[in-house]
């Protein structure tokens, strides 16, 4: 089973991509039906792996024309056990879901990938409950023990690591940071904010990736920002060590707030040039970022946008 870890390529200096907002294009330009938000139903049937196939293989001919490299989040958000037996999965289904969501992309490595534009392959995890506002909130060893299956599910893989998404209270972050580090694994934690810059939990942060940082003697690999726009957290960049942990961007296309969101009935695909000069400004903030990508809302003419925005300025 050959895997990239414990070197993760996307930290050796070259721009990698990822991919955007998945769920928001199945939902809203295919016209497709994902209860309670979870893409990895898809793959239950061939008609749908055919779909994220497609989807991930578009994203992966992004990456190719620019010689860069891509990591690829397995659609798994939602296949923990909470969301899981909302839709009918036992511990079992969401084991073999994992499983085949992360050898699915390793069929598509083995077809798609160059030495150019490497494929680094994530096992994705979120929050147990809500991933716009906190309504499970957990104790840091609750959250360790609940989301160490999944995790252990992706170390008995080809998974090069495992990220968690749209974290918006530290104590869960921690709990997952320290489930992977219990596993072996490579992770990366990503936070949330909201319009103000400061996670639902009003914590700021640069408070969070400290705090992640301080109970887990810096397990993550790197940290990540997604699920908000640019002008939502651009001023919280004030030069503090500890930006330097931060990575990865995976910005909303729409400057609306989570509640908005929410609430919305039509996508909202944003300005894309405003969206790419963004992460522009960004770049130039954090000089470490590597990995750059979407979150809702965006789509394959966002990446191409953001990819063409910073190669230019590199």
Known sequence: MKTLRPTLPQLAGRPFLADSGLETTL?????LDLPHFASFTLLDSE??????????????????????????????????????????YGADELAAINRAAIAQLVELRTAMQTPASPIVISGNLGPRGDGYQIDARQSIEEARAYHAPQIETFASTAADLVSVYTMNYVEEAIGVALAARDADMPMVVSFTVETDGRLPSGMTLADAIRATDDATGGAPAYYMLNCAHPSHFEHVFDGGDWQVRLRGVRANASKRSHAELDEATELDSGDIAELAQGYRRIAARLPQLAVVGGCCGTDCRHIAAIRDALLAAA
Request: positive net charge.
């Open 47 to 88: 008609a749908g792996r055919e779909r994220l196939a497609r989807y991930f293989a578009e994203h992966i001919r992004l990456a190719r024309e620019a010689g860069t490299g891509i990591v690829l989040e397995t659609p798994t958000w939602r296949a923990n056990p909470d969301w899981g037996a909302k839709l009918g």
């Open 27 to 31: 939902i809203f330009h295919d016209g």
